[in-house]
């Protein structure tokens, strides 16, 4: 059984960047789309942005859109999801997800089937 392994989270002032990796073990992410959600406390999960697992179309939710950027490194089969400008808001545990879905949209509002990382906290300090 696959599991997926988020890591690259931390402690960042207000404008800086982060850059998290999700990879699985002991199978690669080929043909999987790949989603990056985050909740914070007291707030539902949302997607964040997705990658498709066919062509790699990407999806980002609005509040993020010009300051992220997902993409594979097919070489470490991993998906990265680079964070720049981060505000406050921003701070969340970000969990990755693997699952089959028609395009990268439909991931990120997919439901919670799917294989799921264990989480990483994201803090931006003001």
């Known amino acids: 059984q696959s599991q997926l392994v988020e890591s690259g989270g931390g402690l960042v002032r207000n404008g800086g960047s982060l850059r998290l990796s999700c990879a699985a073990s002991?199978?690669?992410?080929?043909?999987?789309?790949i989603g990056w959600f985050r909740q914070a406390p007291g707030k539902e999960r949302e997607g964040v942005s997705c990658?498709?697992?066919?062509?790699?179309?990407?999806y980002y939710a609005d509040s993020v859109k010009g300051r992220f950027t997902i993409f594979r490194d097919n070489a470490k089969k991993i998906v990265n999801l680079q964070m720049n400008s981060l505000k406050p808001e921003d701070t969340a545990v970000y969990y990755c997800?693997?699952?089959?879905?028609?395009?990268?949209?439909?991931?990120?509002?997919?439901?919670?089937?799917?294989?799921w990382g264990q989480g990483t906290q994201v803090t931006v300090s003001s």
């Open positions: 997800k693997a699952d089959i879905m028609p395009t990268a949209e439909a991931m990120c509002v997919g439901g919670p089937t799917g294989y």
């Open positions: 002991p199978s690669s992410l080929d043909y999987y789309a």
């Open positions: 990658i498709s697992g066919t062509d790699d179309s990407t």
